[in-house]
């Protein structure tokens, strides 16, 4: 990690060796040089990927930097689980904002250290810097599988049939419920949507039937709608969703009692960070059968059409429209 920060109170390189560098790999020279040494396993390919959270966007300033942590970690094994990628090194780039002390960074590192472990996954360095404003987490995530097995999400055919991973809408509502939003909500409920915000789940126990069954896969981050459309741009096919095939937690079936607008939000609010794949009809029993031991639901959700666009159809067969379709980070929604 290269120096940028000069803070009176600790020295950064007294940061990174006290907090960072007891998990650190092997090749990464316990954090004292500038790069890392990566031996990939024979007869396998990296995939790699990069996702940033920033305070105000994707967290709030009073979260605690346990949960932030967490996040930044998952939401980048969420991309690789999607590629079909096993999980092997980070590398971390850690904005401080104005109000760091040494107590977040300790908790920080602390948490980013136990979901290594849980994860199996070793950091390899990255850089902290100021950042002059709020906090920000930029992780590098690198994954191995078998050579020749990456699954994009170009590969996508007609009649092929369209799985999701969980629950969506869950971290949509989460965000609501952290800001207040509902007050019908029951503080069981509203306690189980905030965690599904603050706390991704990444699928990784799905890897291996990624690289077995998927034809296309990705991961969705801004949107349920936005992310399939995304899928269908790159592989050149349309898609059809049944409303009811989709699959939402109680506690948002309950809010969609409340307010129909909110149907709108959980489908295209993001950060879901569920996996949505396709497959080969003739591959689906067989799917089917072995993804039933995975600790988490996949639904067969839709089925994907020669054409352009994506169908989102209502309990009466008619299509739905919405305003956006996805998160924008530029600020537009689309």
């Known amino acids: 990690m290269n120096s940028r920060q000069n803070k009176t109170r600790v020295s950064e390189f007294s940061l990174i060796k006290k907090y960072f560098a007891p998990f650190a790999s092997e090749g990464a020279y316990n954090l004292r040089d ?34 932030i942590a967490k996040k930044a970690l998952r939401v980048n094994l969420s991309d690789l689980a999607a ?13 401080l904002g104005n109000s760091w002390s040494e107590a977040w960074v300790a908790d920080f590192a602390k948490s980013l250290h136990e979901d290594c472990e ?20 930029s992780i590098t995530a690198i994954g191995e599988l078998p050579y020749n097995q990456y699954v994009s999400r170009l590969g996508a055919k007609p009649d092929d049939v369209l799985y999701v991973t969980g629950n969506i809408g869950d971290s949509a509502m989460g965000l609501f419920a952290r800001q207040k939003k509902f ?14 915000y603050q706390v991704p789940q990444p699928r990784v126990e799905l890897s291996g039937f990624i690289q077995k069954f998927a034809t296309a896969s990705m991961d969705i981050s801004d949107g349920f709608v936005g ?7 790159a592989s050149g096919v349309s898609s059809s969703v049944e409303i009811t095939k989709i699959p939402f937690s109680k506690p948002v ?23 949505l794949f396709t497959a080969n009809p003739a591959d689906c029993i067989e799917l089917e059968k072995e993804i039933s031991i995975l600790p988490f639901p996949v639904s067969r959700i839709g089925t994907i059409n020669s054409g352009q666009g994506v169908k ?10 919405f305003d956006k379709t996805s998160y924008d980070h530029s600020g537009e929604s689309r």
């Open 183 to 196: 007050k019908a909500l029951s503080s069981e409920d509203s306690k189980y949507l905030i965690n599904r």
């Open 227 to 233: 992310d399939l459309q995304k899928l269908c741009l």
């Open 312 to 321: 989102v159809f209502d309990t009466s067969g008619e299509v739905i429209e």
């Open 118 to 137: 849980v994860y199996g996954i070793e950091l390899t360095g990255g850089d902290t810097f100021a950042t002059g404003a709020g906090f920000v987490v």
């Open 83 to 95: 590629k079909g990628a096993i999980p092997q090194y980070i590398s971390l780039a850690l904005g």
């Open 253 to 275: 079936l309950s809010l969609f009692e409340s307010e129909s607008n909110y149907l709108e939000t959980a489908l295209t609010g993001g950060d879901d960070y569920e996996i």
């Open 34 to 67: 500038d790069a890392a040494e990566i031996i990939p396993t024979q007869n396998t390919s990296l995939v790699i990927t990069q996702d940033a959270i920033a305070q105000g966007i994707h967290f709030f300033e009073d979260d605690p930097p346990k949960l």
